[in-house]
């Protein structure tokens, strides 16, 4: 049993770089999320993924066509962002079409100088189709890196899978450690070498 | 009564019973014939085709896809890259003719040749960008190929296999945490045996024995087992199994095995151990940006320009000066808790193995990491490959296609590493306690803090930016 | 080793080899990367080409792919568009996603259909 303690001890050390990790892996990004999804607005249905980091933050705005409606070519879209409560004036940000299968992908990249929430504001304009369309979100923009949670969330797998052997293993020392005193050659504990 | 009986655990399930993948597992020559199919394209096309490596199937599948593999199938299931290496194939055919009866040089048995092989590729990768290179990938593989074929068309054994292969011997090495296994299905049936086929081969059956000298009961984990089956093949009693177990017990089992002896007693496989972890860290530390500007320092301060030697130094402090140092000062310290008075080697040789899943866990974040980010990237290259050879089956290549983020691989990395550190320290604590009954937690402490200290420096190599550079010399 | 050190032989002559920017169909690229020094994120990418007279050429296609001498990396890609100011002068964004040497495969489309190709080594971006 001590082997399994001592074991688990080893997976506390592993949760415990969990904290320090999150401050040091400056090339660590979380995934980006999305934001919005296929919400329909003329002949638009537009997805948004954001990845809203201190510092540099991005967002990709995917446009696929509504059935029956051809997508507009000239489609353009900006991000407007501005601190949730209002303190600061907006900026505007253009988004810059990119290559995609489905559709048309625009790229925004987001100046956000501090943590906090921020109201963004996705427009997107047609002259050919005459239209214009926005959607107001409210983003938790956080420092780039994972944080303990999300790094717990991501290591959980190689956690349980730590935890498991651990256990297996305990179990087969104990199993052997049993079975030495009768003479059998069934593991290298004291006394069980061949 | 096995020894599975003994200790109440289940014998396991055997692979080689299950319908298909029985059958498949066991036609070696199906997975070598396709594996030497896939090198031959890889070598024709890193000698003719495009010399930029994003653009070749020679460097891009060598160096991101079949290392990636190489370590995943171990990790996940075993040597199965030994089972289907395709040296042994053009191996084979000289050998009809060669039939070498001439036992392979005393002096040479062992792990030593392997471990200066493993050594000098690394050194070679590093100094000559051999993954930058389409052509120079080609050439080891061919070097591969005939390198196997001169050495066991002379000598009878396989003594390239078991001394002389450096992919063989990271193999052997990593398999110790593989979670399967051949084995005997029951060692009654051994016992009664008279004809040890599994060793000595099966004239009827036309199988050939082990040839790298495993006697299958006496075996003890997968150390020079090279997944071939030909025990299988050869054994008139169908009493071997392929079948799970717990990857990594076998680093604490100190039995001596078949054709390996006592783990205890064999320095060159200790010595084999510490160049794999050590040389893990190595390798990663050549892709991080910090060691150009520590190049750059070494270079200033041995006033040379020339890239090998401040290379040689490089490989001098990471594989012979630290550990000297840290393994040194770990067995000073923990000798004094062990019952019989040792040298210092004799102590590191007999913890050297419990640093291994740590090597592990290292070798598998840094190629796991250039398999998950580059998964797709050979599609358009094999699409263009296919068109230059007048062949467009495979369409228009689609470039840009990569493989996941890299954001979302690194925490992977990290948990691969985490988890070899954590059985790292298991095992150790295992072998503390072999070694030392009574005071076993003096014997492992020194040993958990170099464990933990390795960790760390590998953590801090993942963590830094990721800069590939030919050149370190020049600003 | 003696296989080995063939090859290592091998691999020193193979390294002395070196691909030129201007090709021997006497047209010329001369391109500028802003920043100066190359360091990873988006970088402004500025090529000039000029016909076997010397002069600038005016209405070409000019799209870069950039890739890292390390395979297995997904390569970026870039449209240049010709300045208005500058006639001649193509002008484009391409991002290095990261450290180490890199190098642009540029292929330009003349105005009559002709296609160039040059490669364009772009070693040590900077890591952040």
């Given at each position: 049993m001590r082997l399994a303690w001592h074991g688990l001890l080893g997976v506390s050390l592993l949760l415990a770089w969990a904290g320090p990790l999150a401050g040091t892996l400056h090339a660590h990004e979380g995934p980006p999320f999305p934001i919005l999804v296929d919400e329909v607005d003329g002949p638009w249905s537009i997805s948004v993924w954001a990845?809203?980091?201190?510092g540099t933050g991005t967002f990709w705005i995917q446009i696929e066509a509504t059935p029956g409606v051809d997508l507009p070519d000239d489609t353009r879209a900006s991000v407007h962002v501005r601190p949730a409560d209002g303190r600061l004036d907006e900026t505007t940000w253009p988004a810059e079409p990119e290559a995609w299968d489905r559709g048309q992908q625009h790229v925004a990249k987001v100046e956000f100088p501090t943590r906090e929430f921020w109201q963004v504001r996705i427009v997107l304009e047609s002259e050919s189709a005459a239209q214009t369309t926005e959607r107001t979100l409210r983003v938790e923009v956080t420092p780039p890196g994972y944080g303990p949670l999300d790094l717990l969330l991501y290591l959980w797998p190689f956690l349980a899978l730590a935890a498991l052997w651990i256990k297996a293993i305990g179990k087969r020392r104990a199993a052997i450690r049993a079975c030495a005193p009768a003479g059998l050659e069934c593991g290298s504990e004291p006394g069980s070498d061949a | 009564m096995t020894t599975s009986e003994a200790i109440g655990r289940?014998?396991?399930?055997?692979?080689?019973?299950?319908?298909?993948l029985g059958s498949l597992l066991l036609r070696r020559r199906l997975w070598q014939g396709l594996m030497l199919a896939v090198s031959i394209v890889l070598i024709v096309h890193g000698f003719l085709?495009?010399?930029l490596a994003p653009k070749n199937l020679s460097t891009l599948v060598v160096w991101v896809h079949y290392r990636g593999l190489l370590i995943a199938t171990l990790l996940l299931a075993g040597n199965i890259f030994c089972m289907a290496c395709p040296f042994m194939l053009p191996r084979d055919l000289v050998r009809r003719f060669t039939r070498p009866v001439r036992a392979w040089p005393r002096a040479l048995r062992g792990k030593v040749p392997g471990v200066v092989l493993f050594v000098f590729v690394l050194y070679t990768y590093e100094l000559f960008d051999l993954w930058a290179s389409p052509w120079a990938t080609s050439l080891v593989i061919v070097l591969y190929f005939a390198l196997a074929a001169a050495v066991d068309a002379c000598f009878s054994g396989a003594p390239f296999c078991k001394s002389v292969c450096p992919i063989g011997q990271f193999n052997f090495v990593a398999s110790t945490v593989s979670p399967l296994e051949v084995r005997a299905r029951d060692s009654g049936t051994c016992a009664t045996c008279s004809g040890h086929e599994c060793l000595t081969g099966n004239t009827e059956r036309e199988a050939r024995g082990c040839e790298t000298g495993l006697f299958l009961p006496e075996k003890v984990g997968n150390?020079?087992?090279?997944?071939?089956l030909d025990c299988a093949r050869a054994c008139p009693h169908d009493n071997v199994m392929l079948t799970t177990r717990l990857p990594g017990e076998e680093l604490m089992d100190d039995r001596s095995g078949?054709?390996?002896?006592r783990r205890s007693n064999r320095g060159d496989l200790a010595l084999l151990a510490l160049v794999f972890t050590f040389g893990a860290l190595l390798n990663a530390f050549g892709?991080?940006?910090?060691v150009y500007a520590f190049q750059q320092g070494l270079a200033a301060a041995l006033g040379t320009t020339s890239e090998a030697a401040v290379l040689g130094v490089l490989f001098g402090i990471v594989l012979c000066l630290e550990p000297a140092l840290l393994l040194g000062g770990a067995a000073a310290l923990s000798r004094r808790a062990l019952p019989a008075r040792l040298g210092l080697w004799t102590v590191v040789v007999r913890f050297a193995h419990g640093l291994v899943p740590l090597g592990v866990g290292v070798w598998a974040a840094h190629y796991g990491f250039h398999l998950l980010t580059?998964?797709?990237?050979?599609v358009p290259v094999a699409q263009k490959a296919a068109a230059d050879a007048?062949?467009?089956?495979?369409?228009?290549p689609r470039w840009g296609v990569g493989g996941l983020r890299e954001g979302i691989v690194q925490p992977i990395e990290m948990g691969l590493l985490g988890l070899g550190t954590v059985v790292s320290l298991v095992v150790l604590w295992s072998i503390a306690r072999r070694e030392a009954p009574r005071r076993t937690l003096a014997a492992y402490l020194p040993w958990a803090i170099v464990a933990l200290a390795l960790c760390a420096s590998a953590v801090w190599l993942l963590s830094q930016p990721m800069e590939m550079r030919g050149t370190f010399l020049e600003s | 080793m003696l296989l080995f050190a063939s090859c290592a032989l091998g691999l020193v002559w193979l390294s002395s080899c070196a691909p030129e920017?201007?090709?021997?169909?006497g047209l010329s690229v001369v391109f500028h990367l802003d920043p100066d020094v190359p360091r990873v994120g988006p970088t402004t990418l500025e090529v000039r080409l000029y016909d076997g007279a010397g002069q600038p050429v005016r209405g070409g296609t000019l799209v870069v792919e950039g890739n890292m001498s390390h395979a297995g990396m997904r390569p970026s890609f870039a449209d240049l568009v010709e300045s208005a100011e500058q006639p001649g002068l193509y002008r484009g964004e391409l991002e290095f996603t990261m450290g180490g040497d890199w190098f642009l495969l540029l292929e330009a489309r003349w105005p009559d259909g002709r296609l160039v190709e040059r490669q364009l080594d772009v070693p040590g971006v900077r890591a952040p």
């Open positions: 990845d809203p980091d201190v | 289940d014998p396991g399930p055997d692979l080689l019973a299950w319908p298909l085709g495009p010399q150390m020079d087992c090279t997944f071939c078949s054709g390996v002896g892709m991080v940006s910090p580059g998964l797709w990237t050979f007048g062949l467009p089956l495979l369409g228009v | 920017v201007n090709g021997s169909d």
